[in-house]
């Protein structure tokens, strides 16, 4: 049944040579170095902080259909039927439509993966069954949608994570499925529209990023989806993005008519690309309740004003919400090597910082990086190294609905605060075989014994344990090694199916327990996301 569908879906195939403009690139970015590559590069001046990035945007600099067709395996096959099904299973989306000015396509989405651990002598699986639909029409709309229908079951320190959170790390709420696992579904989507030269526009229900690490500080990718609006302005070296969000507290329900807790951002970032080697970013966003005191709020249109801004403006209603600013820098060194930097400012005193007197209310972090492609003039040999730092209480809020997180996990780091973190990458690819190694360190202070150290961001700031000498790592001391192999075959680039044989080793470590993991696995997936299971 299963290779009847397959070939008719191949069948229904017409043409794959489409053009997208106004499609996003997928986060993940284990599969197109090429591309990454070419835009982390002395040669162009591109906005590499503002994620996902726009197709059309690339297309402005480079060849971007020959990049994503460097590893296209072609045959030449007498029978017409055949050779498609060859190109629609190894090269191309598997359902095409082509027409004068539409496009549409489908594919289906997966993750088949079986494992064993071996410390808690379990056997793990993920369950995976989705689809993905995406199109254009004209030159100017183009859209996205995708959902997953998901069972799983995982390895001890996430298991203990989502029973505590609800949540999949970056996925849905749980329900319990047989003796262990979870069954969860999620699903994403957005409409695009360009309106000439100067403007894009996106409404969507997925994610965003901003940074040029793996990590970002200012706003990431870890958390669930959430509605948004995203308008980009584009002029001269500048790029301007204001991106308004609605995002959730499942902590708290208001009523079964009215759901869970939710709240509002506006994000402004001003992207300039001052050469081709340097970009510098400011951030800024504000973050407020949808109900207060008074009632229903709602969306304050006090923050509508895409060109204002807006701490000033919290300032000025007597600072009732959560604002934080930032910055973004890279710089690319030789050919294809950035170093890259994020400084982010939750609440900061100058005075109180020259004293060195650990005043718990100079809430801040930073990060610095470096990354490089072809490594020692090694082709496709990547290489990555990051730090991330981060004092206690940065991100949280006196009341929780207003603190910087949504869907019970953090916007910005995926560990909150109160931590530093070291996390590394070697990257490979030959053809379609790809090998990667992650190897990471952290070190965090753990809340107990019902005092809050200032990690758990959805503890509000007002239960802090002090108010001086507040340090990095305060609490309960955790320290956490985390080592990932991973050699995948890239089946299908179209939309990254691949089979990917994996082992994890990670310690946890403190003074009250710790917990090793060790898990090796077999899967085929499509790798799209990224899900931030390092944690």
Same mark, same amino acid.
């Given at each position: ?181 979870f069954d969860y579904a999620y699903a994403s989507g957005y409409i695009a529209f360009n309106a000439g030269k100067y ?52 902590? &708290?329900? /208001? ?5 869970? !807790?939710?709240?509002? +951002?506006? =994000?402004? $970032?001003?992207?300039?690309? *001052? ?111 990051? &730090?991330? /730092? ?5 991100? !949280?809020?006196?009341? +929780?609905? =207003?603190? $910087?997180?949504?869907?019970? *996990? ?111 696995? &077999? ?13």
């Amino acid at each position: 049944m299963m290779s009847r569908l397959l070939l008719l879906l191949c069948l229904l195939g017409f043409v794959s040579d489409f053009t997208a403009q106004n499609l996003y690139t997928y986060f993940n970015r284990d599969y197109d170095m090429e591309v990454q590559s070419t835009l982390y590069s002395s040669k162009t001046r591109f906005h590499t902080a503002i994620q996902a990035w726009r197709i059309g945007d690339i297309k402005k600099i480079a060849n971007y259909d020959s990049l994503t067709q460097l590893n296209r395996l072609e045959k030449t096959i007498e029978k017409k039927w055949k050779q498609k099904a060859w190109n629609k299973f190894l090269n191309d989306d598997v359902v095409t439509l082509y027409k004068e000015k539409f496009w549409f396509a489908i594919n289906p989405l997966m993750n088949f993966d079986v494992g064993y651990e071996s410390n808690e002598e379990k056997t793990r699986f993920i369950n995976t069954r989705g689809f993905e639909a995406k199109g254009e029409i004209g030159k100017g709309f183009s859209f996205y949608t995708s959902f997953y229908e998901n069972q799983a079951s995982f390895v001890n320190y996430l298991d203990s994570n989502i029973r505590v959170t609800r949540v999949v790390p970056g996925q849905g709420m749980v329900r319990s499925f047989k003796e262990d696992g979870f069954d969860y579904a999620y699903a994403s989507g957005y409409i695009a529209f360009n309106a000439g030269k100067y403007f894009d526009f996106q409404l969507g229900y997925d994610n965003n990023f901003i940074g040029d690490g793996y990590r970002s500080l200012l706003l990431s990718d870890n958390a669930f989806n959430y509605p948004f609006l995203k308008i980009t302005a584009k002029f001269w070296h500048i790029n301007y993005m204001v991106l308004y969000s609605q995002m959730m507290d499942i902590n &708290f329900k /208001w009523s079964d008519d009215l759901g869970y !807790a939710k709240k509002w +951002t506006t =994000t402004h $970032y001003l992207s300039w690309a *001052a050469s081709k080697r340097f970009s510098i970013g400011i951030f800024e966003t504000i973050v407020w309740q949808t109900q207060d005191s008074t009632g229903y709020r709602g969306f304050d249109v006090t923050y509508l004003n895409p060109i204002i801004f807006l701490r000033p403006v919290e300032f000025s209603m007597g600072s009732p919400d959560n604002a934080m600013i930032g910055l973004n820098m890279s710089f690319i060194a030789g050919k294809h090597s950035t170093f890259y930097g994020q400084l982010i400012l939750d609440e900061f005193k100058l005075s109180e910082f020259t004293d060195d007197n650990g005043w718990w209310g100079n809430k801040f972090g930073w990060q610095l990086g470096f990354k490089s492609f072809n490594l020692f003039r090694v082709k496709n040999l990547f290489f990555q190294t990051e &730090f991330n /730092w981060v004092r206690p209480y940065t991100f !949280a809020h006196e009341k +929780t609905i =207003t603190n $910087y997180g949504h869907y019970n *996990a953090a916007v910005g780091h995926p560990l909150g605060a109160n931590f530093w973190e070291s996390v590394n990458f070697i990257k490979y690819n030959y053809r379609r075989f790809y090998f990667k190694y992650q190897f990471q360190y952290a070190r965090y202070g753990l809340d107990y014994d019902d005092q809050n150290f200032g990690k758990n961001i959805y503890e509000p700031y007002t239960t802090r344990v002090s108010d001086y000498d507040v340090k990095v790592g305060q609490g309960l001391s955790t320290t956490v090694i985390y080592n990932d192999l991973t050699v995948s075959w890239l089946i299908n680039p179209a939309y990254n199916l691949n089979i990917a044989l994996g082992f994890t080793y990670r310690n946890s470590t403190n003074d009250r327990e710790t917990v090793n993991t060790s898990f090796i696995h &077999f899967g085929l997936r499509t790798s799209l996301s990224r899900f931030y299971y390092d944690l």
